[in-house]
């Protein structure tokens, strides 16, 4: 199986706060398990319990972005470690 993040997919929902400071946050999605463009999420643990989908897919891009994040800093730091390797 694929995951969103190997296929090019971003796995995060666009959010479009109304004017409205009360429902400022909302996000409509719309899922495979029965739910419709009309459900609300109103929080990161609303969003965890009524779309599992989606929460999952948003937390495999965030560890991937950490993942891709340190490797890109251990080899800034080989880099740098061998640069001062062949001065010294």
Excluded: F, Y
């Amino acid at each position: 199986m694929t995951s969103p993040i190997d296929s090019g997919v971003n796995p995060t929902p666009a959010v479009n706060p109304s004017a409205d400071p009360k429902v400022a946050g909302d996000v409509k999605v719309a899922s495979d398990e029965g739910g419709s463009s009309d459900s609300r999420i109103s929080s990161m643990a609303d969003l965890r319990e009524k779309e599992p989908k989606l929460w999952n897919m948003i937390l495999q891009g965030l560890a991937q972005n950490i993942c891709s994040k340190m490797k890109e800093n251990q080899d800034r730091l080989k880099r740098i470690m061998k640069e001062n390797e062949d001065k010294g």
